[in-house]
């Protein structure tokens, strides 16, 4: 009766405790060929049997539709796979004692097998009278040809349930397929995949462990961890699970229910299983021995070959998938550590406060040309006056070749600024001018170069610019203007026009915003537009730390992939000017 197939086959068929027009109607064929007072559809489950068909019946079981084993004739039916008929069930020894005869007043019991397409009985249709009764030979035929119908009518449910499986599961590779390219870390791939299977038939757990040495390593998701998964977060591939021995022996491993799981397997195995209410389990070893994908199931399951032939394909798509996400993994920690190496640490200086932000462009190598600076002017004698360089810049393209291309620009722009004696932000960028002309820096860059001096108590600002888009500065007394005036970018050509130097005195509490065009381009917006609003945005937190500055203009940029790279800079001149 526990039979996992047969039970499987209940599964399909879809019917209950519940009421079931289709199955109804046979019954009451039955009470109307064979004259009797009840009739049942009786389907036998693992510890009770239900009635989707009931004619009849009457009281506290009729209205629950369902009975404890205790009650039950049909399940002699299942048992013996045969017919059930009995004239006086008072008078059966297999029967007599059944709580079905004072409970039911089931006395005189004619029940047939109802049968899949695979021979499973699971039920049976009976005819019961409350009185002795000998069945005749033509009622029995006529109860066997209704069997055979409503057995029918249940091979026919389980088939519409087997193809809609097939349809499901087609659709499960479809989103599979779409869902699993889009993971973007080891923990997103494992919560995707936990989302794909939902659903009364599907597994109620999804495990993903990662080869690492001798190891199997549990990839968790920490916003849906089990218990177990703390508990046993490694397993050794020596281990007496049943995703071990699949990486071991690099086969799919499957553990159809929890006496398989007894039996094969070790305590420890069976312990963690049961902690999650789980007694079915398949294991699939990731192609390239990266690890094994586990799928769980709360009772026993069958698993039918297109179902595995799914799941073994979901399992090369999570294999895809781990490599990309290492992949890009470790491409992003190679480009963070580029990145780091390249954009400037702030300094510190009396008077002014500094912070800056970097964002990459989210689809390409995470790290690209945009870049900021600010470092100190050695003092000069006789001037002790302090001094600050600052620059922003963007080199065309934002993958490595430009984060290599603007770092060669950066270090050159800096020895240009200390090689030249008045240090003029203009000089500097025509140095750069010449040197992209000699050496192969690639198609172009833009830049603002500054500088900052301290002059009797007041900042004065100093700065040329190479086709960059332009400052803004927020003054208390003037609120926010854009520092327009620029030159060319920085081409390299023999005959580029002189670059000018342009100043500003920065009164106190000041705020100077140096950007790249990534800040102010904004997916189907003018840049004109963008560069407004964040005007906007500088006036409406000019006052606030520089951190939260920082955060309200690049607002909503971590969330829509960027297409540039984004890099800011801002100073602000204390209230004391010094």
């Known amino acids: 009766m526990k039979d996992p197939g047969r039970l499987e086959a209940l599964r399909l068929a879809g019917l209950t405790a519940a009421a079931d027009p289709g199955m109804d109607r046979f019954a009451r064929l039955v009470t109307r060929l064979l004259r009797v007072p009840v009739s049942l559809v009786s389907l036998l489950e693992s510890d009770r049997q239900v009635f989707p068909g009931m004619v009849g019946m009457s009281g506290f079981w009729a209205d629950r539709r369902e009975t404890p084993l205790t009650h039950s004739f049909c399940q002699h039916v299942v048992a013996d796979g045969k017919p059930l008929v009995l004239s006086d069930a008072r008078l059966h020894p297999r029967t007599c004692a059944s709580l079905a005869i004072p409970d039911l007043q089931v006395i005189a019991y004619a029940g047939m097998p109802l049968t899949d397409a695979d021979g499973h009985v699971l039920g049976s249709l009976c005819a019961i009278d409350h009185q002795p009764r000998t069945w005749t030979a033509d ?192 491409r992003l920690s190679t480009a963070e550590q580029l990145q780091a190496a390249m954009l ?42 302090p001094a600050l360089m600052l620059s922003i810049g963007d080199v065309i393209g934002h993958d490595v070749q430009a984060a290599t291309v603007m770092g060669q620009i950066r270090s050159m722009l800096r020895q240009a600024s200390l ?94 915003l140096l950007y790249t065009d990534g800040l102010v381009e904004r997916r189907d917006e003018d840049i004109d537009t963008g560069t407004a609003y964040t005007a906007s945005v500088l006036a409406r937190h000019c006052d606030k730390p520089l951190p939260l500055l920082l955060e309200a203009l690049s607002e909503g940029l971590a969330e829509v992939p960027q297409r540039d790279d984004v890099a800011v800079l801002v100073v602000r001149v204390s209230r004391s000017g010094r």
């Open 344 to 385: 400037t640490e702030l300094p510190d200086v009396p008077g002014l406060d500094m912070a800056a932000l970097y964002l990459p462009a989210a689809d390409q190598d995470m790290v690209g040309g945009d870049w900021y600076d600010a470092y100190p002017l050695p003092p000069a004698p006789p001037a002790t006056r």
């Open 139 to 330: 009622e029995l035929r006529d109860l066997e040809d209704l069997t055979a119908a409503c057995s029918m009518e249940l091979r026919l449910r389980i088939a519409s349930e087997l193809i809609q499986r097939d349809r499901d599961h087609a659709g499960l590779l479809l989103r599979a397929a779409i869902e699993l390219a889009h993971a973007h870390d080891l923990t997103d791939l494992t919560r995707r995949l936990r989302h794909l299977f939902q659903g009364p038939a599907e597994p109620t757990y999804v495990g993903l462990l990662l080869a690492d040495g001798g190891q199997l390593w549990r990839v968790i998701d920490p916003d849906d961890v089990r218990p177990v998964e703390s508990a046993i977060d490694r397993l050794e591939r020596e281990a007496d699970f049943p995703s071990a021995l699949a990486m071991r022996e690099q086969r799919t491993v499957f553990v159809p229910d929890r006496p398989a799981l007894l039996s094969g397997f070790g305590p420890e195995a069976v312990a963690g299983y049961d902690s999650l209410g789980l007694e079915s389990v398949l294991c699939v070893p990731l192609p390239n021995r990266l690890g094994v994908l586990t799928w769980c199931w709360p009772r026993p399951h069958i698993l039918a070959p297109t179902e595995e032939a799914v799941l073994s394909t979901v399992a090369g798509y999570v294999s895809q998938a781990v490599e990309r996400t290492r992949f890009v993994a470790n």
């Open 419 to 512: 090689d030249d004696p008045a240090h003029s932000p203009a000089a500097a960028l025509h140095a750069i001018d010449k040197a992209i002309d000699t050496l192969p820096l690639g198609l172009g860059a833009t830049a603002v170069h500054a500088r900052l001096d301290l002059d009797d108590g007041r900042w004065r600002l100093t700065w040329s610019n190479a086709g960059h888009p332009p400052p803004l500065l927020h003054t208390p007394e003037g609120g926010v203007s854009s520092l327009d005036a620029h030159d060319l970018l920085l081409l390299g050509t023999s005959d580029d026009p002189p670059r000018h130097d342009h100043g500003r005195d920065l009164p106190p509490g000041s705020v100077l």
